[in-house]
Each structure stands twice: as structure tokens, then as C-alpha cells.
């Protein structure tokens, strides 16, 4: 569980969430956010697999 305030920002990393296990590296993975009130998430991945070359991909979400 992860409580961010009203009109705040919270940044978390995928890889430092690890209660209940962690995420594998070699296994693609999926999100799921719940939340009482409407929010506004931001999702960035960096994939940094090559050396020297990164590439990043970035989702925004919001409610309809």
C-alpha cells in the first residue's frame, strides 16, 4: 500500500517494491492502481537492456 496526500506527488520505483515478492526482471509486468478519489498517474519505464542506449516509454492515466 502506498498513501500519497492530496495535490501531491509520490515516486516509486517498480523495483523497490518487493512486500508481498518482488518484481522478476525477466517477466513482463502489469499495474494495477485503486483509489477512492479521482487521481492522475504517470507511468515511465526505462529500459536500459542495451549498453549505451536507453530508451524510455511514458503513459499518463486519468480518470474518464
Keep these: ?9 509520490r515516486h ?7 512486500d508481498p515478492e518482488a518484481v522478476r526482471l525477466d517477466r513482463p509486468y502489469g499495474c494495477v492502481l485503486r483509489s477512492p ?4 498517474v504517470q507511468f515511465l519505464r526505462q529500459d536500459t537492456r542495451l549498453p549505451g542506449v536507453v530508451a524510455l516509454t511514458g503513459v499518463m492515466a486519468h480518470p474518464a
Design 37 to 40: 478519489v479521482p487521481v492522475v
Design 1 to 9: 500500500r502506498i498513501l500519497v496526500g492530496a495535490r501531491r506527488i
Design 12 to 18: 516509486v520505483r517498480v523495483n523497490d517494491l518487493i
